[in-house]
């Protein structure tokens, strides 16, 4: 039997953080009737065992944050889930969920926070049954759970299609990977680095405009904020205000560890109070004095 022992916390009346080992952090939201699963890690264990058998008994529709391995990487193991038209039409390679990727990313976190985890990576990370039936979701798409309506909203900037989500009843802003303290710019997302700020930058811009509508914002990885609890609160506007230093030339930067490096590596950043930002697969201050 696949690993069933990835911990989960409620972190908001209905909202459950399930934290598959350090990789990824995956979201169910329950309402009265129905449940949403909010992206499925990298695929390690049953995730849709425990959905099922320790969260909740409801029918529930899965919906993908954006097209990275690390979270959608459990996808082939569910009938059917919902992403983004851009990030279903444009998936990068070095980050598609293939097997290889998985595995490899499962290990690199492994030996990053040097712990034992209980899985075992060739049998608990396995090839997909199957392809899931993938729906194209659109901005502004809402799914009634029932007693709360969770609305998606296109957050371009980490990825082409990145959504992220608010849920009326607890105003909670779940954000995938469009926010967080070490914030990765897709290279890709436009023809030139400036143009990819300026999309980024609008995007959550446009977010940040619809702050009346959440008080806490969770994005999923944990290790820049405590498992079940939300993001500093300054972290948007931060993420923002380095965006728009970039834009303006004006970005401070710095040398600091890549957590993502298997050699131990370094990556260039601009900084803004807590928030790195970097840019996949490019150096950001060459990058931005282009």
Not at 181 to 187: A, G, P, R
Not at 193 to 199: A, L, M
Request: with cysteine.
């Amino acid at each position: 039997m696949a690993c069933t022992t990835m911990p989960f916390y409620e972190c908001r009346p209905g909202i459950f953080e399930i934290d598959e080992f350090d990789c990824a952090s995956c979201f169910v939201i329950v309402g009265t009737e129905r449940a949403l699963l909010l992206d499925t890690g990298v695929g390690i264990g049953d995730l849709r065992w425990v959905v099922e058998h320790r969260i909740t008994d409801k029918p529930y529709t899965v919906v993908a944050t954006h097209n990275h391995g690390d979270h959608i990487g459990g996808a082939g193991f569910f009938d059917e889930v919902w992403m983004h038209p851009l990030d279903l039409q444009n998936q990068d390679a070095s980050t598609a969920p293939t097997l290889a990727f998985r595995r490899d990313y499962a290990e690199l976190i492994r030996r990053r926070e040097g712990k034992y985890y209980a899985y075992d990576p060739q049998q608990d990370i396995r090839p997909w049954p199957g392809e899931p039936v993938w729906r194209e979701l659109s901005d502004g798409q809402t799914f009634d759970l029932g007693g709360r309506t969770v609305t998606a909203w296109h957050c371009p900037g980490h990825t082409p299609g990145e959504i992220v989500l608010i849920d009326d009843l607890t105003r909670t802003l779940l954000c995938g990977d469009a926010c967080n303290c070490n914030w990765l710019l897709n290279k890709d997302l436009a023809p030139t680095f400036r143009e990819g700020v300026q999309i980024s930058l609008q995007a959550l811009q446009r977010i940040w405009g619809m702050r009346d509508q959440y008080d806490a914002v969770y994005n999923f990885h944990h290790d820049f904020r405590g498992f079940g609890a939300p993001l500093n609160p300054d972290v948007l506007p931060n993420l923002i205000a380095c965006l728009e230093q970039l834009q303006a030339g004006t970005a401070t930067f710095r040398e600091i560890p890549d957590a993502l490096s298997t050699t131990g590596g370094t990556k260039t950043v601009a900084i803004c109070g807590d928030v790195f930002v970097s840019c996949m697969g490019q150096d950001i201050r060459a990058a931005a004095q282009q």
